[in-house]
């Protein structure tokens, strides 16, 4: 272990704490008579709340989403893999983000594309899970969103050879640099290996924090025409 690494042993970690970290939510009651029945009509309100409830200052961020995905490993065992993004885009059709199709998201839904996406908004006390199909979005669409990136997120899309490994920070920023090099005075197009995914749910979990752990729990499943919907236990 390096001279600047702590080990586990001395470190002073009281994971005995951790039993009492706890808080007790509360919330409107989720009511599934008067539910909307598209549950998108659903997610608009709430992310509207969400961003309502945020702060000028405040680093909670609403769009923030746990994607996960799943990954065959060498022996064929299939390993779920999860990472945080930003939501970009809702339609009609889904939820749409963007990264780059070499990563390891992008290479786990070449293989398999199915995923989920969780929300956790603590200031709300509210959650929402969406599954289903994944597909790329129109080289069209890639290119409208990349053009309204600011300069550097642009650049560190094409210096980044994303989830690979690299020998130092040193030779990261060097990549930077020489990109930032490449396009001086011009604008930065939209590499072809870097885009959007849209997900269209099959399933949308809505839960409510409410007190002692009886949270609300919607559940919104696609049918043949339209979706079903029923209350879940907490």
Same mark, same amino acid.
Request: glycine share 4%; no cysteine.
């Given at each position: 272990m390096g001279k600047n690494r702590e080990s586990w042993a001395t470190m002073g970690v009281m994971t005995s704490d951790l039993r009492n970290e706890r808080r007790d939510y509360s919330?409107?009651?989720?009511?599934?008579?008067?539910?909307?029945?598209?549950?998108?009509?659903?997610? /608009?309100?709430?992310?509207? #709340?969400?961003? *309502?409830? =945020?702060?000028?200052?405040?680093?909670?961020?609403?769009? $923030?989403?746990?994607?996960?995905?799943?990954?065959?490993?060498?022996?064929?065992t299939a390993q779920p893999s999860a990472r945080v993004l930003l939501l970009k885009d809702i339609d009609e059709e889904g939820l749409v983000f963007f990264t780059n199709y070499d990563s390891d998201k992008g290479r786990d839904l070449a293989t398999n594309p199915r995923a989920s996406l969780s929300f956790f908004w603590p200031m709300v006390a509210r959650q929402i899970r969406f599954e289903g199909t994944v597909q790329?979005?129109? /080289?069209?669409?890639?290119? #409208?969103?990349? *053009?309204? =990136?600011?300069?550097?997120?642009?650049?560190?899309?094409? $210096?980044?050879?994303?989830?690979?490994?690299?020998?130092?920070?040193?030779?990261?920023?060097?990549?930077?640099a020489a990109v930032d090099r490449r396009f001086a005075g011009q604008s930065v197009p939209c590499p072809q290996n870097w885009g959007g995914y849209r997900l269209r749910p099959d399933r949308a979990e809505f839960w409510q924090g409410q007190p002692s752990r009886t949270h609300d729990r919607l559940v919104y499943q696609r049918a043949t025409e339209g979706w079903s919907l029923q209350r879940l236990q907490p």
């Open positions: 919330g409107d009651n989720l009511d599934e008579a008067i539910a909307p029945a598209d549950p998108m009509v659903m997610f /608009r309100r709430w992310l509207d #709340e969400a961003l *309502a409830a =945020r702060g000028t200052d405040d680093p909670f961020e609403p769009t $923030a989403m746990t994607v996960s995905t799943i990954r065959v490993l060498p022996d064929g790329k979005t129109p /080289r069209t669409v890639n290119e #409208e969103y990349f *053009a309204s =990136r600011p300069h550097n997120s642009q650049v560190a899309a094409w $210096a980044s050879e994303q989830s690979r490994s690299i020998a130092g920070l040193e030779a990261l920023r060097q990549r930077l």
